[in-house]
């Protein structure tokens, strides 16, 4: 069954969203305001899907604003429950999924949780009996600890409080998962087993001493976060256990438990909370364990399909919108690490792997690298302005390659006897032993060698101008600094490793995505490089098809290739470059390559290795722009009309008129129409119904034959 992940957000935030974003969302309603409400689905781009409809957050009484809460006594109540009838009607006009209910509480001065459960029920199961099956009502987890110090305490929060609702609502309940809703509860629901109790947390923590809790409460949860964490694992698996037949939605957004700030009005964004999934910022990080999460997600979508809502949350509309995206990559990464695979949507079907912020498909978007790689000749100022010209060009990425003299062995830097041997038995060698710089290969080398300084310096300048830095490491030494220093997020495998097991096996265990191009390697030795790469675990793999000539004749570049690889590995493919020009690596995105290096360089006649056969400033930009042009034009395989289309066939298309003037009574014969221009009348393919037929009124000449004018 696919699993479904959907964007969150008000009228304003969704109209936001690109139509390549999400292929569905949750609508988020403050209040609900009628005419509001069609004059924003009025200005919402077509293509915005609204899956879910989340129950507005506030009602309004007499002029005055209050929280919905469909199990409130009085008034309030009874208004939440007249606003979720009309949030339902919403839903079907927007052929929704799912309403989600959230907000229920009862006050433990005048109801006890039981009445507020039976009064819940005898609200909502009118409401199920009437609703369709198109169209289910989902009630969310509530948090716990935010309302302790008020009469609105949260009804909804555990396993039981589920258990007792369903049994009032004769097993109908429907569930949505909040895991950082779980996450605050139970961490909440620990701290209150060390206090003694909720009316020890009151007594100790009076409204008076809030600061106090505050304090005590990350202390206890830092002090014993390891402990706790594994057995939130536990706690989730036994929610999911106890509700897999009712949970058919989910709500998921980052969580940092050792970093909540507990603001007790719950006005967003709380430190801790609301975060975008895996951040990791200066003082605060996500800690949900999200290899387990998808293990449970992936469960339960073997059973039914399933839902899953991003629910970050940003000030700044664009950061939200950006933020959203990169978790939706985020989560991905995890479900597919998790079990190889997965149809999430018929967007997303084929094997996708996420670098960065972008994710990386077989027909994707191509993601363009822009490889710097020695052609900063050891300067770093040159390096920077190449990241500049990158960036302005409209790379995903820039690429460098890390290595140092031992890259060579001695046989191959001294005049010696060693080295004639070696040049004598493979004649192959001597054109390529030989050197530019006036001294010796070895002093070549160090003059491109990119220092532990000069990287840091680059990985620095990148994320200042949000470009993504990568690197080919060529020794381990390297490699351990790239990903473990510098936090390199994904690796790039050289061609000259592709039969270097140990080496492979090695970068595998990192965990990170890996980039492999397969120059001088045959099939055979693909297969055993992908075979080391994965049996460490790591399936995260994006095979580059490459020809290791400097530059390659076109008849030896062998684009076909590309569909040899997307056909044998279950893998993304792309193409490492070496030609001079663009016309190549705009043929391989063509082809559906997912990624394109290309040699970068500021002056082709600059001194080094690379300069000649580099892509100028002018020439990646034709890259980036018209492979994204191409891209969009390979659109779908299946054949599709656009609307734009649809609307042109009206001029274009053809009708049945009458050549003569006619009058009423007259039998229509064959020489008597004709087929022409617009296509708003009887398509041409029924002209042989037409023929025979006794016209009911007169008609002139070139006049649309229509049905009601026929006997």
């Known amino acids: 069954m696919p699993i479904t992940i959907s964007g969150k957000g008000d009228f304003k935030l969704l109209s936001k969203f690109n139509q390549e974003d999400f292929s569905s969302y949750e609508l988020y309603l403050g209040v609900f305001n009628e005419k509001v409400i069609t004059e924003e689905i009025a200005s919402l781009p077509s293509y915005i899907k609204i899956e879910s409809i989340h129950?507005?957050?506030?009602?309004?009484?007499?002029?005055?604003?209050?929280?919905?809460?469909?199990?409130?006594?009085?008034?309030?109540?009874?208004?939440?429950?007249?606003?979720?009838?009309?949030?339902?009607?919403?839903?079907?006009?927007?052929?929704?999924?799912?309403?989600?209910?959230?907000?229920?509480?009862?006050?433990?001065?005048?109801?006890?949780?039981?009445?507020?459960?039976?009064?819940?029920?005898?609200?909502?199961?009118?409401?199920?009996?009437?609703?369709?099956?198109?169209?289910?009502?989902?009630?969310?987890?509530?948090?716990?600890?935010?309302?302790?110090?008020?009469?609105?305490?949260?009804?909804?929060?555990?396993?039981?409080?589920?258990?007792?609702?369903?049994?009032?609502?004769?097993?109908?309940?429907?569930?949505?998962?909040?895991?950082?809703?779980?996450?605050?509860?139970?961490y909440f629901l620990k701290f209150l087993e060390r206090v003694g109790g909720e009316k020890n947390f009151l007594k100790t923590y009076s409204e008076f001493n809030r600061n106090g809790f505050q304090r005590d409460i990350i202390k206890f949860i830092k002090n014993s976060h390891f402990q706790l964490s594994n057995e939130f694992n536990v706690y989730l698996s036994s929610f999911f256990n106890s509700f897999e037949k009712k949970i058919n939605h989910i709500h998921i957004n980052g969580s940092d438990c050792c970093n909540f700030v507990f603001n007790l009005t719950t006005d967003l964004p709380l430190v801790g909370e609301h975060l975008p999934l895996g951040l990791k910022e200066e003082g605060i990080s996500d800690k949900l364990d999200y290899f387990y999460i998808a293990k449970l997600l992936l469960a339960i979508s073997k059973k039914k399909n399933i839902n899953v809502v991003l629910e970050v949350w940003r000030e700044n509309p664009d950061k939200y919108i950006k933020s959203t995206i990169e978790s939706k990559l985020f989560l991905m990464k995890y479900l597919n690490y998790g079990e190889g695979e997965i149809k999430m949507t018929d967007k997303l079907a084929n094997k996708t792997i996420i670098v960065g912020n972008k994710e990386i498909k077989n027909w994707g978007k191509p993601f363009v690298i822009a490889e710097i790689g020695s052609n900063h000749n050891g300067d770093i100022e040159l390096g920077k302005k190449m990241i500049d010209a990158a960036v302005e060009c409209g790379a995903d990425c820039v690429k460098f390659q890390a290595f140092d003299e031992h890259i060579f062995s001695q046989v191959c830097y001294e005049d010696d006897d060693r080295k004639k041997e070696t040049i004598e038995a493979h004649p192959a060698l001597r054109k390529h032993l030989t050197v530019t710089h006036k001294d010796s290969l070895k002093k070549e080398i160090l003059q491109h060698v990119a220092s532990k300084e000069m990287l840091f310096e680059f990985k620095k300048y990148c994320d200042q101008k949000g470009i993504i830095f990568f690197c080919t490491p060529l020794n381990k030494k390297v490699a351990d600094f790239l990903v473990d220093e510098l936090g390199m997020e994904f690796i790039k495998v050289a061609s000259m490793d592709l039969n270097n097991p140990p080496f492979l096996e090695h970068l595998a265990k990192k965990?990170?995505?890996?980039?492999?191009?397969?120059?001088?390697?045959?099939?055979?030795?693909?297969?055993?490089?992908?075979?080391?790469?994965?049996?460490?675990?790591?399936?995260?793999?994006?095979?580059?098809?490459?020809?290791?000539?400097?530059?390659?004749?076109?008849?030896?570049?062998?684009?076909?290739?590309?569909?040899?690889?997307?056909?044998?590995?279950?893998?993304?493919?792309?193409?490492?470059?070496?030609?001079?020009?663009?016309?190549?690596?705009?043929?391989?995105?063509?082809?559906?390559?997912?990624?394109?290096?290309?040699?970068?360089?500021?002056?082709?006649?600059?001194?080094?290795?690379?300069?000649?056969?580099?892509?100028?400033?002018?020439?990646?930009?034709i890259i980036v722009d018209d492979g994204k042009k191409i891209w969009k034009a390979l659109g779908s395989y299946q054949r599709i009309v656009t609307p734009e289309e649809l609307d042109k066939k009206a001029l274009f298309g053809r009708s049945i008129v009458v050549v003569r003037d006619m009058k009423e009574g007259e039998i229509i014969t064959e020489e008597d129409i004709d087929y022409r221009r617009p296509g708003t009348g009887i398509e041409p393919k029924y002209g042989k119904f037409i023929i025979g037929r006794i016209l009911k009124k007169d008609l002139k000449a070139d006049d649309l034959i229509k049905t009601e004018y026929l006997r």
Not at 103 to 129: C, I
Not at 142 to 159: C, I, K, M, P, Q
Not at 517 to 540: F, W, Y
Not at 576 to 601: R, Y
């Open 511 to 621: 965990g990170k995505p890996m980039v492999l191009s397969t120059g001088m390697g045959t099939l055979a030795e693909i297969v055993e490089a992908v075979d080391t790469i994965t049996k460490t675990g790591n399936n995260q793999i994006v095979l580059l098809h490459c020809v290791s000539l400097y530059p390659p004749q076109d008849e030896m570049i062998h684009l076909n290739n590309l569909d040899m690889l997307k056909n044998t590995f279950d893998f993304p493919v792309g193409f490492s470059d070496h030609s001079f020009g663009t016309a190549v690596p705009l043929a391989a995105i063509a082809k559906g390559a997912c990624m394109i290096e290309k040699h970068f360089t500021l002056d082709k006649t600059l001194p080094g290795w690379d300069h000649k056969i580099s892509a100028n400033p002018e020439e990646m930009k």
């Open 55 to 186: 129950t507005p957050s506030c009602i309004e009484i007499e002029g005055m604003k209050t929280f919905f809460d469909i199990s409130s006594l009085g008034k309030i109540g009874e208004e939440s429950l007249a606003v979720l009838k009309k949030t339902i009607a919403l839903g079907e006009k927007l052929n929704s999924k799912i309403i989600v209910i959230h907000g229920a509480t009862y006050n433990p001065f005048n109801q006890t949780k039981e009445e507020a459960l039976n009064l819940l029920a005898s609200r909502v199961k009118p409401l199920l009996r009437e609703s369709t099956e198109d169209l289910s009502l989902s009630f969310e987890v509530d948090v716990l600890w935010h309302n302790l110090y008020f009469s609105r305490r949260a009804l909804l929060t555990g396993e039981q409080d589920f258990k007792l609702l369903n049994g009032l609502l004769e097993d109908k309940l429907n569930l949505t998962v909040d895991f950082e809703h779980l996450h605050l509860n139970f």
